[in-house]
């Protein structure tokens, strides 16, 4: 299903946009990487996906790239409107009285969906009237700074209202899970201010005001 989605489609899609002028931005994840590298990933910093999902992505990317008028963006750990996102899942849990497990050992840069959607509207519109073939085609784009699940679950706790106490900070390795998961994968957005002339703000920031349209802060 992960190949069909991210590597299938973008196959068609390149097809069927070749002699346009149309840009195409394919969206891929943080988790192309390994986590070893143990610092924000940069833009030219290596791949080297641990799990399915990352490899279909990753190949998504070089088929997207084969398209002379496209651009790779790369966001990490998402939250936002419209889908079950896992600061909705602390929020929901600690509200009810119920523990949440989150990782200590396993580090992001969270992004607003909504950040990101605005991000990603001005880099292809600023892209697409001013393309000359000569700019970065890779884009990280996630909100600044990074921290570790566990950390993230605590500020949206304190931001709520609730108690810390229901966080129970544990290592990846004492979930199951059957995909492997970088441990570090937190992105630095070096390319894209040369194109917009701004970074997305900080995490936290950007937890506030989601938060805030929830209508969840304390």
Same mark, same amino acid.
């Given at each position: 299903?992960?190949?069909?989605?991210?590597?299938?489609?973008?196959?068609?899609?390149?097809?069927? &946009?070749?002699? /346009? %002028?149309?840009?195409?931005?394919?969206?891929?994840?943080?988790?192309?990487?390994?986590? *070893? *590298?143990?610092?924000?990933?940069?833009?030219?910093?290596?791949?080297?996906? &641990? /799990?399915?999902?990352?490899?279909? *992505?990753?190949?998504?990317?070089?088929?997207?790239?084969?398209?002379?008028?496209?651009?790779?963006?790369?966001?990490?750990?998402?939250?936002?409107?419209?889908? $079950?996102?896992?600061? $909705?899942?602390?929020?929901?849990?600690?509200?009810?009285?119920?523990?949440?497990?989150?990782?200590?050992?396993?580090?992001? /840069?969270?992004?607003?969906?909504?950040?990101?959607?605005?991000?990603?509207?001005?880099? /292809?519109?600023? &892209?697409?009237?001013?393309?000359?073939?000569?700019?970065?085609?890779?884009?990280? =784009?996630?909100?600044?700074?990074?921290?570790?699940?566990?950390?993230?679950?605590?500020?949206?706790?304190?931001?709520?209202?609730?108690?810390?106490?229901?966080? %129970?900070?544990?290592?990846?390795?004492?979930?199951?899970?059957?995909?492997?998961?970088?441990?570090?994968?937190? =992105?630095?957005?070096?390319?894209?201010?040369?194109?917009?002339?701004? %970074?997305? %703000?900080?995490? $936290?920031?950007?937890? +506030?005001?989601? &938060? +805030?349209?929830?209508?969840? =802060?304390?």
């Amino acid at each position: 299903m992960a190949w069909a989605q991210n590597v299938t489609t973008v196959a068609h899609l390149v097809q069927a &946009l070749q002699g /346009s %002028r149309t840009l195409l931005v394919y969206v891929s994840t943080d988790y192309v990487f390994d986590g *070893k *590298k143990g610092a924000p990933y940069e833009e030219a910093d290596a791949p080297n996906p &641990l /799990s399915v999902y990352g490899r279909s *992505k990753l190949e998504g990317e070089r088929l997207a790239l084969g398209y002379a008028r496209s651009i790779v963006v790369r966001p990490s750990t998402l939250f936002g409107p419209g889908r $079950d996102n896992f600061c $909705d899942a602390v929020v929901c849990r600690v509200r009810a009285g119920q523990p949440v497990e989150a990782f200590w050992d396993q580090v992001t /840069s969270p992004t607003y969906t909504v950040d990101l959607a605005e991000g990603i509207g001005e880099l /292809s519109l600023a &892209l697409w009237r001013s393309w000359d073939g000569e700019r970065p085609r890779r884009y990280h =784009l996630a909100n600044g700074g990074g921290c570790t699940r566990a950390a993230f679950a605590e500020r949206i706790v304190e931001l709520v209202g609730g108690s810390r106490e229901l966080i %129970r900070a544990i290592a990846m390795a004492d979930q199951r899970r059957p995909a492997a998961r970088p441990a570090y994968s937190a =992105l630095a957005t070096r390319a894209v201010p040369s194109v917009i002339g701004r %970074r997305l %703000r900080s995490w $936290d920031h950007a937890l +506030h005001a989601y &938060l +805030h349209q929830r209508r969840w =802060l304390a």
